[in-house]
């Protein structure tokens, strides 16, 4: 993490301005293509009718939307707020983008994966997804379904993102304090970015 605190100006501008690019693309593109596979079959699409419909397609635009929305919240901190002078104003952007990214990870994200599964996989309490040997449950007839699954699954997705949240926030913490004593000191260099050696004579 301390490196991104090392980046010089031209190279976060490129960095950033370079995901928020690539973010805009594939979010307009995911998102027609999301809109287009959930259509039935019988319906014409217009230009876009060689898009198929399909509920696993519908589910790689979800991941494309997904990475996409990651690249615009993050080339916007590189753009507007890494490594800058923080005034109110900067740090007001940086707190709307923050409150940005939760609304994603712990509103949109779920909410989406929980209709998917309910309306696309229908994944509902009335299909059984296992049934559990009998032997196991002192002879009794105990199914786990679908419904289950999918409630579990969006557990463990806050799970993990709640502890990937805490360590993310633990980490920018010490990037101001620099390299860790383990790291490797990097010789300094010339305005031209070639490194200086001192000479022998």
């Not at 976060?12 to 973010?23: D, E, F, H, Q, V």
């Not at 806050?158 to 805490?166: G, P």
Request: charged content about 15%; cysteine-free.
């Amino acid at each position: 993490m301390y490196r991104l605190a090392e980046l010089s100006d031209s190279r976060r501008k490129t960095i950033g301005w370079g995901l928020l690019g690539l973010g805009f693309v594939g979010l307009v593109v995911a998102v027609i293509w999301i809109h287009y596979t959930s259509l039935p079959p019988e319906q014409d699409a217009g230009i876009f009718d060689w898009i198929p419909s399909s509920h696993l397609l519908k589910g790689v635009g979800y991941l494309v939307v997904f990475g996409a929305s990651q690249m615009l919240v993050i080339g916007a901190l590189f753009v507007w707020v890494l490594n800058q002078r923080m005034t109110w104003a900067r740090a007001l952007f940086a707190s709307f983008v923050t409150w940005i990214e939760l609304v994603i990870i712990f509103g949109m994200v779920p909410s989406e994966w929980l209709n998917f599964a309910q309306t696309d996989l229908d994944w509902s309490s009335q299909r059984v997804a296992v049934t559990i040997p009998p032997v196991l449950v002192l002879g009794n007839d105990v199914q786990l379904s679908w419904a289950a699954i999918k409630d579990s699954i969006s557990m463990g997705y806050h799970l993990v993102m709640l502890a990937a949240a805490a360590v993310f926030a633990l980490q920018l913490q010490k990037m101001k304090k620099g390299p860790p004593a383990s790291a490797d000191k990097a010789p300094p260099r010339s305005p031209y970015g070639r490194p200086l050696v001192r000479g022998e004579g």
